[in-house]
């Protein structure tokens, strides 16, 4: 019994002498950048810039769906997406910028009303580059749609199309495919002037929403 007892206590003090192995933690994965693809900070920029001439000429307009970017071409289009709340805005890039270190993409107010981080100031997003330039201005023919929200979840499009259709009729989801993601954009209507996208676009303004008229594919 003694000799177990021996034994016992040589093995317990030879364990407690061993090195003991550090846990190894696998780093996080971190989402896969490409030449198409960025992640980073987004900021956005207002009233102080209201009028006042791009770096490709046109004149600013806080309430277009406009970017600034460092180097990407001018008139690109861009899907931003909140990675936080999963909203998604296509932006085209007309400025250069941001100029603060760690930030990728600097929005107009309108961009970021529409992501909801007007208030945050800056988030975290997903720059992704859309195929080639695209015109910067409507058509004059339509028809036309009216856009309330574009995401990267199918449920939240699903929810805020179940919360429109309570007041609105002519509610419907389109989706659009990338190489990198899929966005469900919510959309009310077909209209065949810009006048009349125009008109129903204010009164979901004033309900609170944030509309853009774009054409109908």
Not at 60 to 69: D, E, G, S, V
Not at 155 to 170: F, P, Q, T, Y
Not at 178 to 190: K, N, S
Request: proline residues 7%; aromatic residues 10%.
């Amino acid at each position: 019994m003694k000799r177990v007892l021996w034994i016992c206590l040589v093995l317990t003090m030879a364990w407690g002498c061993a090195p003991k192995r550090e846990a190894r933690i696998p780093p996080p994965k971190v989402p896969p950048v490409t030449p198409s693809v960025q992640y980073g900070w987004a900021s956005w920029y207002g009233r102080e810039f209201h009028g006042r001439r791009t770096s490709s000429g046109e004149v600013y307009n806080m309430y277009q769906l406009t970017a600034a970017h460092r180097t990407l071409p001018m008139g690109r289009k861009v899907m931003v997406t909140h990675l936080e709340n999963g909203r998604s805005v296509m932006v085209t890039i007309n400025d250069r910028g941001p100029f603060v270190r760690g930030r990728i993409i600097d929005l107009s107010y309108a961009a970021a009303r529409t992501l909801r981080m007007a208030e945050e100031g800056v988030a975290r997003v997903r720059v992704e580059v859309l195929g080639e330039p695209l015109p910067p201005t409507l058509p004059a023919e339509g028809p036309f749609t009216v856009q309330v929200g574009s995401f990267i979840r199918r449920s939240n499009a699903l929810r805020l199309m179940d919360e429109l259709k309570k007041v609105h009729g002519g509610v419907y989801i389109t989706e659009l495919k990338t190489p990198e993601a899929r966005y469900y954009r919510v959309r009310l209507g077909r209209f065949n002037t810009r006048e009349e996208a125009y008109t129903f676009a204010m009164r979901l303004a004033k309900d609170g929403y944030t509309p853009f008229i774009t054409k109908t594919e």
